[in-house]
T-cell receptor, first 116, second 115 residues
């Protein structure tokens, strides 16, 4: 069974600075997808960034980028130029690439505080 | 395009009662998944439906059930409610397909409180 672990329950960053959220996962599959979701206080889950396991190039979406280390089963999220609106809970998630499933396996989440 | 909608948004029930939650997916999305979110257990997958058929089921007791209608709308039912069922229930929809672009779009959730 696949598992996702986020070892940082809480993180804080100064506005305009950079922060990195950690995520590790365990799987025996070779093809899968990884995601970072953001859940602000409104509770609406928003997809931040996604990564295909067979692509070595790290995904980037504006101020958000990932460091994907397949051998180490690590998938960290870097937020550059942090903004007050980035304050939220962030979830790392895994989805198998087989079976045409939408099932997501989530980590426990990291609460990010952004200080003005 | 309208997003995923869930009704009701808030619900208070008593132990032993049953509850039905509803989810309307984004137009054109045929897959609907349900997740339970609690402070202690985090986000856990309940089940996934596609074309009115349950495709996947998480590790929850039989008190938790669901169904999907021909218009892709989905309902989940919890019978004989327990205090531990208090949670935010999230519904997510996506287009049919297995690639990474077939991402989940989440609804705002239904906050269930069991007293």
């Amino acid at each position: 069974a696949q598992t996702v672990t986020q070892s940082q329950p809480e993180m804080s960053v100064q506005e305009a600075e950079t922060v990195t959220l950690s995520c590790t996962y365990d799987t025996s599959e070779s093809d899968y997808y990884l995601f970072w979701y953001k859940q602000p206080p409104s509770r609406q889950m928003i997809l931040v960034i996604r990564q295909e396991a067979y692509k070595q190039q790290n995904a980037t979406e504006n101020r958000f980028s990932v460091n994907f280390q397949k051998a180490a089963k690590s998938f960290s999220l870097k937020i550059s130029d942090s903004q007050l609106g980035d304050a939220a809970m962030y979830f790392c998630a895994y989805r198998s690439a087989s079976g045409n499933t939408g099932k997501l396996i989530f980590g426990q989440g990291t609460t990010l505080q952004v200080k003005p | 395009k309208a997003g995923v909608t869930q009704t009701p948004r808030y619900l208070i029930k008593t132990r032993g009662q049953q509850v039905t939650l509803s989810c309307s997916p984004i137009s054109g999305h045929r897959s609907v998944s349900w997740y339970q979110q609690t402070p202690g257990q985090g986000l856990q997958f309940l089940f996934e439906y596609f074309s009115e058929t349950q495709r996947n089921k998480g590790n929850f007791p039989g008190r938790f059930s669901g169904r999907q209608f021909s218009n892709s709308r989905s309902e989940m039912n919890v019978s004989t409610l327990e205090l531990g069922d208090s949670a935010l229930y999230l519904c997510a929809s996506r287009r049919a397909g297995g690639g990474i672009s077939y991402e989940q779009y989440f609804g705002p959730g239904t906050r269930l409180t069991v007293t």
